[in-house]
């Protein structure tokens, strides 16, 4: 499996922007996908799951109320929809695929995206 994460950029505090992560072949309706980011000089940290339909999903609480994560199984894609950014949300992000399952711990996921840097001004 092959993901391809796009959408990230400079953007000013308040701001939105989607994460689309497009997987290659045909299992991507089985995988439970998360997204997590890492800032400089920090590890790596989770920030959002979903499981293989959609229909359960997890946010990190950071984000709770401003990132919404989602897939279209057609399109083999996941999105982050993030709102009211903030500063502290600058980071490289990337989206990773579990086929044995999902959740916060990054163990959890087999494949991993080349990421896609945000910038969040304040």
């Known amino acids: 499996v092959q993901l391809q994460a796009s959408g990230g950029g400079l953007v000013q505090a308040g701001d939105s922007l989607r994460l689309s992560c497009v997987a290659s072949?045909?299992?991507?309706?089985?995988?439970?996908m998360g997204w997590f980011r890492q800032a400089p000089g920090k590890e790596r940290e989770f920030v959002a799951a979903?499981?293989?339909?959609?229909?359960?999903?997890y946010l990190a609480d950071s984000v709770k109320g401003r990132f919404t994560i989602s897939r279209d199984n057609v399109k083999n894609t996941v999105y982050l929809q993030m709102n009211s950014l903030k500063s502290e949300d600058t980071a490289v992000y990337y989206c990773a695929a579990g086929p044995a399952g999902w959740g916060t711990a990054k163990k959890n996921y087999d494949y991993w995206g080349q990421g896609t840097e945000v910038t969040v001004s304040s």
């Open positions: 072949g045909s299992t991507f309706s089985t995988y439970g």
């Open positions: 979903c499981n293989w339909s959609g229909s359960s999903t």
